[in-house]
């Protein structure tokens, strides 16, 4: 069942994976599990009709008052890609991803989701995205299966799919062992994962992830992790914003990194790394006066450092025999120098 | 098979509309699921209140009175309390889990996530309490009923009466719960507004007994057209003029469900 569009989707993420991590690979390969039977159900949302991209913002602008949360932000999210916003609380991911499902109306700006122009078609996008919100806002009293059940209603799901829809969110949330729970029963981790089936339950062609993995320990948001990966290779389109710059290294094809409601930066993780943060870091711990030290003397060589509590990182160093720790450059260098800002 | 497939155009997804009855059902479930979790509790109060003021104003009261403007005094007060059973039922439940629910436990958020306008989540929130208050007004009539009340075939209409009515108090208590800016502030709406609109209802007393004021007050008090409607109904004596008062209960629950739809989007939509 495979829809037109969907091979030049696959082409285009192939291409992307070429240019952003396909020779050095920051993100270790994923290798997608099928899902029994659904598969080529779900391929279809790969297709790139209605639109040039899933999502399409154009000089987003919003306003709370005296205060500009989100300023003139340009945002794309091609078909069948992931796509990460990336930035520290208050720089605008959140407003942004409130603004995808017309919670939040811009003062200024086009915005397009699923080739649908928002706000005024903001239902018919709804219709075929799914949400994963930064809190928890199931129903804690109802069983699992009750909270998809309703879900199931207000995604319209017809009656006779609403029961094959739930058992395959369920499966894919590695869920189905406690469908008769109820909510408050379950373990942090697994609400968020019951958050992900409630929002694939309609198969939807775009997902969008606020702060999926926030609050969470490790090995739970490995679990996540698998979980984003997995609807990746199915063909969803996906938004994600975190502050975790590994999970966006991971799992995104581009990211846009955001700071003060605009972005600061555009591109592949890996490009981005090579681009502004180089191959690699050198880092130097010492005591404080040693740490000043090491920035005069870098600054007055043209190298670029970072402070990082106990170290400081020397970038772009071009193979200088300087004394300390060498470690590959990663998203939160090119945060911290595009930015100023510590990300976490 | 696949090579086909391709060639077969996408479905062209069907249209959205505004007030779609998908969507109101979507939010009228997810009440209804809900609702099985706490009916006990839920139904409990709204039996037992009823029943209270029926004792305390039927065999208290009633002992001195015997009969109220042509009615036995617990015929009259049985029929009343139907009224102030909708508003209780219909307005406080409004307010509180309304509040809570955007407030606290952001379900709108998740609701509005999905393909759902927030006229359609206030619609479909104030239908499904007005189906509950529908049930919940015929109570105190039933308890009525115990105390001698004679059953009537009018007291059909008293659900229908009831749920108009609720339907009216769940969306002003949308209302008042789009304008709070906590749970607290709801005292003065209950205290200033809600709790003086007994006085001058005509659920205890006739409103002929009040001074002129009182009963201009009256006249624009919803409980008191409900009061006088659900009397009608119950002692056969339903007339023109009682579409004077089913006409103010309409126009009461639609400007009261434009209200809240309006506040709720400005609560809701930044």
């Keep these: 069942m495979l829809r037109p569009g969907h091979g030049e989707a696959v082409r285009a993420r192939l291409r992307t994976a070429a240019d952003g991590y396909g020779t050095m690979s920051v993100r270790p390969p994923m290798i997608p599990r099928p899902i029994p039977g659904r598969t080529s159900q779900m391929l ?121 829809a739930i058992d395959r969110a369920l499966a894919i949330a590695n869920l189905t062992r406690r469908r008769g729970a109820r909510v408050d029963e379950l373990s942090g981790g697994m609400r968020r994962r019951l958050l992900i089936a409630r929002a694939l339950l309609h198969e939807p062609r775009l997902v969008l992830l606020d702060e999926p993995t926030v609050g969470l320990d490790p090995q739970v948001r490995q679990e996540l992790w698998a979980l984003i990966d997995r609807m990746r290779s199915d063909g969803v389109s996906i938004l994600m914003s975190t502050h975790y710059i590994e999970e966006a290294e991971r799992l995104c094809d581009e990211v846009t990194i955001m700071s003060h409601g605009r972005a600061v930066a555009v591109g592949a993780p890996r490009a981005l790394i090579a681009e502004h943060a180089g191959p690699e870091a050198i880092e130097v711990y010492g005591p404080p006066l040693r740490l000043s030290e090491v920035e005069a003397d870098a600054l007055a060589r043209g190298w670029r450092t970072r402070r990082t509590g106990t170290s400081v990182a020397v970038l772009h160093t071009n193979g200088s025999d300087l004394e300390g720790e060498r470690r590959v450059t990663n998203l939160e260098d090119v945060f911290v120098l595009l930015t100023g800002e510590e990300i976490a | 098979m696949a090579a086909a497939a391709t060639t077969a155009p996408a479905p062209a997804p069907r249209r959205l509309r505004r007030l779609e009855r998908a969507a109101l059902a979507g939010v009228m479930v997810r009440e209804v699921v809900n609702y099985s979790s706490f009916w006990r509790s839920s139904t409990f109060s709204s039996t037992v209140d009823p029943t209270i003021y029926l004792l305390a104003f039927g065999f208290g009261f009633g002992s001195l009175v015997s009969t109220v403007a042509g009615y036995d005094y ?35 958020d998740a609701i509005l996530a999905a393909p759902v306008d927030v006229e359609e989540l206030v619609t479909a929130e104030a239908l499904w309490i007005a189906v509950r208050t529908g049930v919940y007004g015929c109570v105190p009539m039933l308890v009525a009923m115990v105390f001698g009340l004679d059953p009537s075939v009018g007291m059909l209409l008293v659900p229908f009466i009831a749920a108009l009515a609720g339907s009216g108090w769940a969306a002003f208590g949308i209302f008042i719960a789009a304008r709070g800016k906590s749970i607290e502030s709801f005292s003065y709406w209950q205290s200033g507004l809600l709790t003086p609109m007994f006085l001058v209802a005509g659920t205890f007393f006739p409103l002929s007994q009040l001074p002129q004021w009182a009963q201009i007050l009256g006249n624009v008090n919803p409980l008191y057209h409900c009061v006088e409607l659900v009397r009608a109904a119950v002692f056969g004596t339903l007339g023109w003029a009682d579409l004077g008062h089913l006409a103010f209960l309409v126009g009461f629950a639609l400007v009261s469900w434009r209200l809240a739809v309006r506040f709720m989007e400005r609560r809701l939509i930044l």
């Design chain 1, 44 to 164: 279809h949302h790969a297709d790139t009709s209605g639109g040039a991209a899933a999502i399409r913002l154009r000089g987003f602008v919003k306003r709370f008052g005296g205060v500009t949360a989100v300023d003139g932000l340009d945002l794309d999210v091609p078909y069948g890609s992931c796509v990460g916003l990336l930035g520290p609380n208050g720089a605008g991911k959140s407003t942004t991803m409130k603004a995808l499902t017309a919670q939040v109306i811009a003062d200024e700006g086009t915005l397009e989701v699923l080739g649908h122009r928002l706000p005024g078609d903001s239902k018919q996008a709804r219709a075929a995205m799914g949400v994963v919100p930064q809190l928890d806002n199931l129903d804690v009293q109802l069983t699992v299966e009750q909270n998809l059940l309703v879900f199931c209603h207000l995604y319209r799901v017809p009656a006779r799919a609403r029961r094959p």
């Design chain 2, 74 to 108: 617990i015929d009259f007060v049985g029929t009343g309390i139907v009224a102030t059973t909708v508003l209780f039922s219909g307005a406080f439940p409004a307010m509180y889990s309304t509040f809570v629910k955007f407030h606290f436990q952001h379900t709108y």
